[in-house]
């Protein structure tokens, strides 16, 4: 049962333009949804991350809505680049036995064209 | 944030064989996660190694196969054993205190033949 569902799988946006990714969490105990960017050839790295108390994270071009009730979140990337090509993933945390457990979405390939 | 090195990058290997893919961490951290990146599906956490400690393994993921140590603060390893091609993904190594400082390695990609 996968418990963090991610689309699109792949995303093409002009440069300039809006990227949008989705997120949909069912576990309700989830407490922390951060987003992770991917390079080729990288480990994940943080990008932005929210607590479900906050319907909106701006930092810089990076924006994360939030929407409590409806269990999703998504991602905003304004005036996209080049250089934001790579492979998005959401992710939501929860606290086990003595550590934080992050559960992934598959993934978006975001791909901006110049 | 640590800083963590990872290796091999990559490897191509044999079915049957086993690799051991090494994880070192410029800081002590108590706890070390191993992830496994299939193609086109989410990172998957394999087990959670503390040191001094047995790793603590999820749900479809078992020693025999993931063998892991964690002799020091600093250092883990994760065996890949008896291989199939079925085990070609990236696994990647992770650590994290909290949930802001997770921190991963640049992952080892294998591929089985």
């Known amino acids: 049962q996968q418990q963090v569902k991610q689309s699109p799988q792949s995303l093409i946006v002009q440069k300039g333009g809006i990227s949008i990714i989705n997120c949909a969490y069912e576990?309700?105990?989830?407490?922390?949804f951060p987003w992770y960017q991917q390079f080729p050839g990288k480990g994940p790295a943080l990008l932005i991350a929210?607590?479900?108390?906050?319907s909106e994270k701006k930092e810089g071009r990076f924006t994360i809505s939030f929407n409590k009730s409806a269990k999703q979140f998504s991602l905003h990337i304004m005036d996209s680049q080049p250089g934001d090509s790579a492979t998005y993933f959401c992710?939501?945390?929860?606290?086990?036995?003595?550590?934080?457990?992050?559960?992934f979405g598959k993934g978006t390939k975001l791909s901006v064209i110049p | 944030s640590a800083v963590i090195s990872q290796k091999p990058s990559r490897d191509i290997c044999q079915r049957g064989t086993s690799l051991t893919i090494q994880c070192q961490v410029d800081s002590q951290v108590t706890m070390m996660f191993w992830y496994r990146q299939q193609p086109g599906q989410s990172l998957t956490l394999i087990a959670t190694a503390n040191q001094g400690s047995e790793a603590t393994y999820e749900s479809g993921f078992v020693i025999d196969k993931f063998p892991i140590s964690r002799p020091n603060l600093t250092f883990s390893t994760l065996t890949v054993s008896n291989m199939s091609p079925e085990d070609s993904s990236i696994y990647l190594c992770?650590?994290?205190?909290?949930?802001?400082?997770?921190?991963f390695g640049s992952g080892t990609r294998l591929t089985v033949v």
């Open positions: 576990n309700t105990a989830f407490d922390y």
């Open positions: 992770s650590v994290g205190g909290t949930e802001s400082s997770y921190t």
């Open positions: 992710a939501a945390s929860i606290k086990g036995a003595g550590s934080y457990q992050l559960t």
């Open positions: 929210i607590r479900p108390d906050v």
